[in-house]
């Protein structure tokens, strides 16, 4: 419970800052100030749809994520499906592409800027990272784009 008022607070910090930025690039604004607010995360950032592939934007991360890379993975279905996709243990997941070996859970929130398809993931180093309040506050900071 605690640990869920923390990260309630870091969202909200989070968001206003958000809110309140002057720089333009809102996308790797949102993938720095997440990826610094939470240890256990090692990528953060956003993927986008041209045609049958998803192509990387803007990501802060410990390693070179890959790009491009199919539909069938997390992030694909995510936004094939139009669904909130939040993956307790990724080798569980059928199609998980491996971009960091050290990734163990996965969330991935789509939506779409001027009828472009966008995923926001992330890719935390422990299992089942992810809660109700994680999907919230994301949901919330994508609107601010
Ligand atoms: N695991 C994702 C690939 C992207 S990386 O995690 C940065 C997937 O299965 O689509």
Same mark, same amino acid.
């Given at each position: 419970?605690q640990l869920a ?15 309140n ?28 749809? /041209?045609q049958?592939? *998803? ?10 994520p ?8 997390? $992030? ?8 909130? *996709? ?6 569980q ?12 859970? /996965?969330?991935c ?16 180093k422990?299992?089942?990272?992810f $809660?109700?309040?994680?999907e ?10």
């Amino acid at each position: 419970m605690q640990l869920a008022k923390n990260k309630e607070k870091i969202y909200i910090k989070c968001i206003q800052s958000v809110k309140n930025t002057l720089d333009n690039n809102k996308l790797q604004y949102i993938s720095n100030i997440l990826f610094e607010a939470f240890d256990d995360w090692i990528f953060c950032g956003f993927y986008f749809q /041209e045609q049958d592939e *998803l192509i990387i934007s803007e990501y802060k991360a410990n390693k070179l994520p890959c790009s491009p890379i199919g539909l069938d993975g997390v $992030c694909g279905t995510s936004i094939v499906k139009n669904q909130i *996709l939040n993956i307790k243990d990724v080798y569980q997941f059928e199609g998980h592409i491996v971009c960091d070996e050290n990734s163990k859970s /996965e969330l991935c929130i789509p939506f779409e800027i001027n009828s472009t398809k966008y995923v926001l993931d992330i890719d935390s180093k422990k299992m089942n990272a992810f $809660c109700e309040i994680d999907e919230k506050y994301l949901l919330k900071i994508v609107k601010e784009i």
